[in-house]
């Protein structure tokens, strides 16, 4: 049976991670989470106090980044590197979502994190999720899944994940985050969101995550077959 790609984009906070990361498990496939690739760039130009309107600083920092993913066998998961150091968790707080629209709307940033994942999906085997992987990084791709969900869900499921980690947080600052990211995801100039015409679209605002895998599942096997 041979290898296939599979894509799946979507809004923030739709569980694109969820799905992909489980049904990459299922079907012994690589997990590459794009949207990781854009955040670990954010955290290095924050750190760095890196000017994104210098074309020539941004080119120049990121030939000096190198990112990569491992797969931990304790947590067993894979997890994004920036430059050898683990910054898996260091990149999702909300002053990265804050952030990463802007430095993901760069051309320069995306033809660096495009050239990355269309080498790491030379093999197949991959399931990639993101905001332009069907549309930009692999349009051949034999499945693509564009999944939705309404925001006040959204901004539940994210405010759940990020409580955690920042108690102070509000839920009306989590809103206000996504509803800013959707549009300037949508609305950038370069690779802006937007569903393929090939892709299947899954609204997972009343779905359980068994639910959304069996779906995803079964449209694998349809493609395989």
Request: hydrophobic share 40%.
């Amino acid at each position: 049976m041979n290898n296939i790609i599979i894509t799946i984009d979507g809004y923030s906070a739709c569980g694109k991670s969820t799905l992909a990361k489980q049904l990459a498990k299922k079907l012994g496939y690589v997990y590459v989470d794009s949207g990781a690739m854009y955040r670990a760039v954010t955290l290095h130009f924050l750190r760095n106090h890196i000017d994104c309107t210098n074309t020539a600083e941004v080119i120049s920092t990121l030939n000096n980044i190198t990112i990569e993913f491992k797969f931990n066998d304790h947590a067993q998961q894979s997890e994004i590197y920036l430059n050898d150091e683990n910054v898996e968790y260091l990149i999702r707080n909300l002053v990265i979502a804050e952030k990463v629209s802007e430095v993901a709307s760069i051309k320069e940033v995306r033809s660096f994190a495009v050239a990355q994942q269309q080498k790491i999906g030379e093999k197949k085997g991959i399931v990639m999720d993101g905001r332009d992987i069907g549309t930009t990084v692999f349009p051949n791709a034999e499945l693509k899944i564009f999944m939705i969900a309404d925001i006040t869900v959204r901004s539940e499921r994210r405010f759940v994940e990020l409580f955690n980690k920042n108690p102070n947080i509000t839920i009306e600052e989590v809103e206000s985050n996504l509803e800013m990211r959707d549009y300037t995801d949508s609305n950038r100039e370069i690779s802006p969101l937007r569903k393929a015409v090939d892709a299947i679209e899954i609204d997972n605002t009343f779905l359980s995550i068994d639910q959304q895998l069996d779906i995803a599942t079964q449209l694998t096997t349809e493609k395989l077959q």
